[in-house]
């Protein structure tokens, strides 16, 4: 019967919200969306995985464009469905919790830390790649716990970085945290050979269209733009928003004139995606390898972007209630849930040092894969589910530590 009841107050708070905030909101496309519509769309008429007619698409992977294709590209069921996961999520949550830690007042309480978290719910609504990423990433996860299925584990590893690419090395602090758990060798690595099939066809398959090996070109297009021009901005003085914006202008137009230059060719802009960013990748090695400290620098300011950041904006967006208080309590409800995340972690080793290590090492991998000028609470956005168990034990632990003693 108790269970019953959580899970009714966890279903209808999720589809409240979730919900809620989908019926006032009809901002579905920023900021890349059409990046993602565009392969579908093309995959819809016939023209395979393409930019456009005749042209191989290497910046999307095709997880997320399959997708929008089986619904028709159309954009209001997908959103739709993207709720629908956002509360199958937080039902998930309190199972797992349930299972594995047998505490109903964390698994309640890591349930409704995700179900009213902002950006979750924001990127929810968004035809972006997000929240579909997020459910798979937990399927891996509640799979990796016990490593029953090795083979099963490292095929998702590799369809989630078919559907968002940050996921490329995911399977190596997997990997890593087997070891340290002392799981069998033979089954790290039948995890890791499976983990490697899907990336390595898909970079294949790039390298015969486009001439690059390269699993998604975004890559070499963001390692200059965000880590190069990043922490060349870090050593800018004012806001840091401006000073990268303007930087990224300087770069990219710099490594066009070497490119140019190089290969002798009137504009840069004119190559291939996957060429020209396996260009821009290698100047902004270079960049960055002359300005380690500021790379440094960049890569903490990203990691506290990532971690506090409330996204309170999202809520302002659809509500008339007064923004300063809004801020104030979102920021609020952003740093605490963390702390109590870090609570919990240090807590859970002593109690599941299994999920304590999954934990951290999967939260510490997509913070610090995207801790870049491009850091923002969208990116926390996959983790949500781990965050909110660990903080829900934090929770928890901090409660029975601050009860009385029995008499």
Known sequence: ?????????????????????????????????????????????????????????????????????????????????????????????????????????????????????????????????????????????????????????????GVLVLARPVAIAWFAAMALAFALLRRPR???????????????????????????????????????????????????DGDFPNVLAEEQKETVEEADDEIQTALHIADAQDLPHAVRTAWYAKIARRIILQHPFALALLTLRGTMVNLFESDWEALMMVSRLESTTIRLLLDALAVATIVFAAIGTIALWRRDRTMAMLIAATVGYFILISAGGEAEARFRVPVVPQIAIAAAFGLDAVRRAAAPAPR
């Open 1 to 157: 019967m108790h269970r019953r009841l959580d899970l009714a107050i966890i279903i209808a708070l999720a589809t409240i919200t979730n919900l809620t905030y989908f019926a006032f909101s009809n901002d579905y496309f920023y900021p890349d969306s059409f990046t993602y519509l565009a392969p579908a769309k093309m995959l819809l008429s016939g023209h395979g995985f393409a930019t456009r007619p005749g042209v191989a698409e290497t910046m999307r992977t095709p997880g997320y464009p399959l997708l929008l294709a089986a619904f028709g590209a159309r954009v209001v069921p997908v959103i739709v469905l993207q709720h629908i996961l956002n509360v199958l999520l937080a039902v998930a949550i309190y199972l797992l919790v349930m299972r594995r830690l047998g505490s109903r007042f964390a698994a309640m309480a890591a349930a409704i830390v995700f179900a009213i978290d902002m950006p979750t719910i924001h990127y929810a609504n968004k035809l972006l790649s997000e929240t579909t990423f997020t459910a798979l990433l937990f399927v891996a996860f509640v799979l990796a716990i016990d490593v029953r299925r090795p083979l099963l584990l490292g095929i998702l590893c």
């Open 186 to 236: 033979r089954v790290i690595a039948l995890f890791v050979a499976a983990a490697l099939v899907l990336p390595l066809a898909w970079g294949v398959r790039n390298g015969v269209e486009s001439g690059v090996f390269t699993v998604s070109s975004v890559a070499g297009a963001n390692l200059l733009l965000y880590r190069a021009a990043g922490a060349l901005a870090m050593t800018g």
